[in-house]
């Protein structure tokens, strides 16, 4: 949990269940700062750094772009099947991660509402970072639909990456807040000024 009883808003849900959305919305509508784990996570392997070496040594220059960065398609197609690949992966950015949530953290006063956009709070054991949890879902055809679309990729490959996080009822169950985000952007937007609204009073 954070120090200074600190609001630290827990932003997670399934993969293309429109978190982006909601993040954005609390950032220009709210003011409120948006820490996003995957922009930490990029930071982790930018050219030149630790990680991306320690990667390079495990899996070849085959995981590089010609410009020495991180061909991620590669190293997803490495570890999308590897259980074990996937999980040393993590172990190698996870911390680094968690140190930036840190850093910037201690930048603002203890009085500043945070968002912490983590798309993998259950599933990479980050919920200790934050003080709320709020799980943006949506119907499963829109979800599986949704990531298509984003994509490019088949139904089937679509379901793959899905089931490959918790499910949306599993993480619904371990929220704060549930935002639906089944219908149009007018009724996900209320349901977050709502929220606001009565933490506020």
């Known amino acids: 949990m954070p120090n200074n009883n600190q609001r630290i808003i827990g932003l997670t849900g399934g993969i293309a269940t429109g ?18 784990a995957d922009v930490y996570a990029r930071e982790a392997v930018v050219i030149g750094s630790s990680i991306l070496v320690t990667l390079a ?3 070849g220059d085959s995981i590089l772009l010609a410009d020495g960065s991180l061909n991620r398609q590669q190293l997803g197609n490495i570890i999308f099947n590897q259980p074990n690949e996937k999980q040393w992966v993590e172990q190698q ?12 953290s201690q930048t603002y006063p203890s009085t500043q509402t945070l968002v912490y956009a983590i798309p993998l709070l259950f599933e990479a054991n980050l919920t200790h ?3 709320e949890i709020w799980v943006v ?11 298509m679309d984003r994509n490019h990729l088949s139904a089937n490959e679509a379901t793959a990456r899905i089931n490959n996080q918790l499910s949306l009822n599993e993480k619904a169950a371990q929220a704060d807040r549930v935002l639906d985000n089944s219908n149009d952007r007018a009724m996900l937007y209320q349901q977050i000024d709502e929220i606001l609204k009565v933490s506020i009073e």
């Open 93 to 104: 950015i996870h911390p680094f991660v968690r140190q930036r949530f840190h850093q910037v």
């Open 57 to 59: 040594q495990r899996y």
């Open 137 to 147: 879902v949506c119907n499963p055809d829109q979800q599986q639909q949704r990531l």
């Open 129 to 131: 970072l934050v003080s």
């Open 19 to 36: 978190k982006s959305t909601v993040s954005d919305y609390l950032a220009t509508a709210h003011q409120l700062p948006i820490l996003d």
